[in-house]
């Protein structure tokens, strides 16, 4: 076959396989096109922009397209601000991941900078959360608890502004952590990163009767603890409430009916939008030292509340906004092509892992185990991952497996489109499973 109709019948079938994972995806790969197009030469493995890359691409002339991150390390690019804001795609390899992230930033004249802290009782959406405001999905959701087993960083970039978002496990006691047999880093990590935030997102669930009347013990612990680092309330899942008067009792539960230092107006509540942010007035100063109540219920230190469903761009507009202008004069500390940092491989297994646990009862999926057995480019520069995943019980590795394996199949197919709008390349995704001895 000709170099240029193998290069087309590539391109056609990663267009297809992209518009499945979504036509935002497709249209924004498509802007990259012509860029591709116009290689003098062109390394196999890149078929998908910028994000697939290997070590043949130092010979090529603009091998990762227009003012990609490792054309600015090669010094063929410059970044250009004036660019409109475009969410970067993770690199398929990790060597090429790791030299992005310690890569000397490529900052404007006036660098803005935020560490922004995501709190919360497990499962109040802090990924999706984090997940909208990055503007491409690379941290795991799933409607069962403790999907995120450890701290995750995910960067926004906007002309001179950069937001450090720290996705954290949610906060769960000694006793439920010894009692589960629950990684230490569920523990230990949201604390870890308090110690170097800028701001607090405390996030609750409104739609969870249970658990909305009260912030957490933990939370509110770690919001004592850190008293200098300021705080917002972000009450999500607002769509799933039919009395939105719910949320006027919850604001004041939440907040003690205190915000900024003022004391909630009941009337002034009454004429907000619950799909909005509800400002607050102006700072007052330094909160005193708060020593937290055992009887304690809600946090009367926050500086805003919004009102939001992390599953709404234009609510979670709103809030990135808050973020953005929230920033202070400060050097960034990634380059503006990174969007997380995890590494490619930690991304697919976490993807793997959240299907597991949306589709695998009861305790089923939290035992188990995944192995990366091959990630490598395939014949026609696609991107091949075989992962093996290990259980312990043959009923176990029944219902993996599905009748006539339909739900092993269908998981792989779903990770597979995931991680294509992560990498913006085409994806293989091989899934077997193997019983322990």
């Not at 990790?94 to 919360?120: A, F, I, K, S």
């Not at 915000?259 to 100063?285: E, I």
Request: glycine content about 6%.
């Amino acid at each position: 076959m000709a170099a240029s109709s193998w290069r087309g019948a590539v391109l056609l079938r990663t267009v297809s396989g992209l518009w499945q994972a979504g036509p935002d995806a497709a249209r924004e790969w498509m802007t990259r096109l012509p860029s591709l197009l116009g290689f003098q030469q062109r390394c196999v493995s890149c078929v998908a922009g910028p994000a697939f890359s290997g070590p043949r691409l130092a010979s090529a002339s603009r091998p990762n397209g227009q003012n990609s991150a490792l054309d600015c390390f090669l010094g063929l690019s410059q970044p250009d601000n004036s660019l409109p804001f475009r969410v970067p795609a993770v690199s398929v390899h990790r060597d090429e991941q790791d030299l992005l992230l310690v890569h000397r930033p490529d900052m404007p004249e006036n660098p803005r900078v935020l560490r922004v802290v995501l709190l919360g009782a497990p499962n109040a959406g802090k990924s999706t959360l984090s997940n909208q405001l990055l503007g491409r999905k690379v941290f795991p959701v799933s409607k069962k608890v403790h999907t995120t087993r450890s701290q995750a960083l995910g960067v926004i970039t906007e002309k001179e502004t950069q937001v450090i978002l720290l996705d954290t496990p949610g906060l769960i006691s000694p006793a439920k952590q010894k009692r589960h047999h629950l990684e230490l880093s569920l523990l230990e990590d949201p604390w870890k990163s308090m110690e170097s935030a800028d701001l607090v997102v405390v996030l609750v669930d409104v739609s969870d009767k249970w658990t909305r009347n009260q912030l957490s013990p933990q939370v509110l612990r770690c919001l004592t603890q850190f008293s200098q680092v300021p705080s917002i309330l972000v009450m999500n899942k607002v769509d799933c409430l039919k009395q939105k008067s719910i949320l006027l009792e919850l604001t004041a539960t939440l907040t003690e009916g205190v915000v900024n230092g003022k004391k909630l107006k009941t009337k002034q509540a009454l004429r907000s939008r619950p799909d909005t942010h509800c400002p607050s007035p102006a700072a007052q100063g330094p909160n005193p030292q708060p020593v937290r109540d055992p009887q304690q219920m809600g946090w009367p230190h926050f500086q805003e509340i919004f009102m939001l469903s992390a599953l709404s761009q234009e609510d979670v507009k709103t809030l990135k906004q808050y973020l953005l202008a929230q920033a202070r004069p400060g050097p960034w500390e990634f380059h503006s092509e990174v969007l997380t940092s995890q590494t490619p491989e930690e991304i697919c297994a976490n993807m793997i892992r959240e299907k597991l646990l949306e589709y695998l009862p009861e305790e089923v999926p939290y035992n188990v185990q995944q192995k990366t057995m091959v990630w490598d480019e395939g014949p026609s520069g696609e991107l091949v991952i075989e992962q093996k995943l290990l259980v312990s019980k043959e009923s176990h590795m029944k219902i993996l497996i599905g009748p006539k394996g339909y739900l092993i199949a269908q998981i792989a197919q779903e990770v597979g489109r995931d991680l294509m709008n992560i990498f913006l390349c085409e994806v293989q995704l091989r899934l077997s499973v193997k019983l322990l001895k």
